[in-house]
């Protein structure tokens, strides 16, 4: 099975970018859908983004759509690309990743391999 490790975190003001990665270790990502995921103090996780195993199709939660991008960087990286971030984006964000998948399939659920997060702290 695959293991996942996020990193790329940090303090940035309101406005500015951060790129958000996700490594795989012990496998690829290959036929693994890869989801990103977030959760604020006190509130509920929420999806971010998803992108398919071959890397044609993503899918966005509509808080970061045409702010947030999702990428394949490779077998074993995935991308979070971050812009425009304001103070709500704050939260913990997750990478996960799903197999048994279709080629095309992004999806926001069924994720069964989770990183242990990094903090995404945005000022105001």
């Known amino acids: 099975q695959v293991q996942v490790v996020e990193s790329g975190g940090g303090l940035v003001q309101a406005g500015g970018s951060l790129r958000l990665s996700c490594a795989a270790y012990?496998?690829?990502?290959?036929?693994?859908?890869v989801g990103w995921f977030r959760q604020a103090p006190g509130k509920e996780r929420e999806f971010v983004a998803a992108?398919?195993?071959?890397?044609?199709?993503t899918y966005y939660g509509d808080s970061v759509k045409g702010r947030f991008t999702i990428s394949r960087v490779n077998a074993k990286t995935v991308y979070l690309q971050m812009n425009s971030l304001k103070p709500e984006d704050t939260a913990v964000y997750y990478c996960?990743?799903?197999?048994?998948?279709?080629?095309?399939?992004?999806?926001?659920?069924?994720?069964?391999?989770w990183g242990q997060g990094t903090q995404v702290t945005v000022s105001s």
């Open positions: 012990g496998r690829t990502f290959r036929s693994y859908a």
């Open positions: 992108i398919s195993w071959t890397g044609g199709n």
């Open positions: 996960a990743a799903k197999d048994g998948v279709t080629d095309s399939e992004v999806t926001t659920n069924g994720y069964r391999y």
